[in-house]
């Protein structure tokens, strides 16, 4: 019986922490997400390296022959896109840090 009471309450304050952990990382994501710069820098990073890894994986899968074993345009357009997607997303995150929220 006393075992038995033990394991309901681990299990009853395992739960409740990760009710508690659930909540945070919600509250977090949803602030971090309605900043317009965090928005705007996956956006750039997405498009901007998207077609770089896209067409590596392809390739590597065999979908496309090795036309250029170096796509250097793509790389290019990645690395530039890049810098300024990341640094959008580390001010946004910065930004929203800081705001000030009501819950």
Not at 14 to 30: G, L, P, V, Y
Request: proline share 6%.
């Amino acid at each position: 019986m006393h075992l038995e009471c033990n394991v309901r309450a681990v299990v009853a304050h395992r739960n409740s922490i990760r009710n508690r952990q659930r909540d945070i990382n919600h509250f977090f994501m949803n602030t971090f997400l309605k900043s317009r710069a965090v928005r705007v820098g996956l956006v750039v990073l997405v498009l901007g390296t998207g077609p770089f890894l896209g067409f590596t994986l392809f390739e590597r899968l065999g979908v496309f022959p090795e036309l250029d074993p170096n796509p250097r345009y793509l790389a290019t357009l990645a690395w530039l896109t890049a810098w300024p997607g990341g640094a959008l997303i580390a001010l946004g995150a910065a930004r929203a840090r800081r705001r000030p929220t009501a819950r």
